[in-house]
């Protein structure tokens, strides 16, 4: 499968600690996006990275989450301290081959992360 | 505020009908728009795009509609089937490389 993947699927932690994500995007995809899904509700945008570089984060990401792409390949999306509030799909997205209309290359997800904080 | 909404909640059809789904933007500088099928537990799957320089695409079985004049955005589906059964949102893309997703729309299809 050459499709974005996502890992863990599920997660299931208690309030206070701290949990990490890994997203590995389509290999030749440049862009890689971050989204947050609560139930009934669509995705809403994180962050996201153009190869190792983070570009944009949202007023959601707060102090307690970062993200990175360190080679520019995988990324890791780490939220520290969760909250309760915290429990939501994390879906990541790829986009992007290297074209000059990067910013409106279509964006491709993996199957989330679904995290449950008790 | 600005946003991306669609005009329904849940949509049913008998099987072999048409489907349309609608959704409405405020931001006339978005430039590229997408529509997204989503599976209970999955991740959105990409259906069909559409730039604004466009008015109409078609994809196999499906058919996007913008109307940049009202802002509107519509996906119709032809010969609507069991396994199109799914939440359905549409994206705008406002050059800035994240997207602003819509609600989302739960079709149903009756057998």
């Known amino acids: 499968d050459t499709g974005v993947s996502q890992d863990p699927r599920h997660k299931i932690t208690k309030r206070g600690q701290n949990v990490t994500f890994r997203c590995d995007p389509i290999s030749e995809h440049n862009r890689l996006y971050w989204y947050r899904q609560t139930l009934g509700q669509g995705p809403e945008f994180l962050t996201y990275?153009?190869?190792?570089?983070?570009?944009?984060k949202s007023r959601l990401l707060s102090d307690r989450f970062s993200a990175e792409r360190p080679k520019g390949s995988f990324s890791t999306l780490e939220i520290q301290r969760t909250e309760q509030g915290d429990s939501a799909m994390y879906l990541c997205a790829s986009s992007g081959a290297g074209t000059p209309m990067g910013a409106t290359d279509t964006q491709y997800f993996g199957p989330g992360t679904r995290l449950t904080v008790l | 505020g600005e946003s991306v909404g669609l005009h329904l909640p849940t949509l049913s059809v008998q099987e072999g009908d048409n489907s349309i789904i609608n959704c409405a933007y405020s931001?006339?500088?978005?430039?590229?728009f997408i529509w997204y099928k989503q599976e209970s537990g999955k991740g959105p799957q990409f259906i069909i795009d559409i730039r604004s320089n466009m008015d109409k695409r078609q994809g196999q079985r499906v058919t996007v509609l913008l109307n940049k004049t009202v802002k509107h955005l519509s996906l119709q589906i032809a010969a609507t089937q069991p396994g199109d059964s799914a939440v359905y949102f549409c994206a705008e893309n406002r050059g800035q490389g994240n997207l602003i997703f819509g609600k989302g729309t739960k079709l149903s299809v009756k057998p």
């Open positions: 990275f153009q190869n190792e570089a983070q570009l944009e």
């Open positions: 931001n006339s500088a978005s430039d590229y």
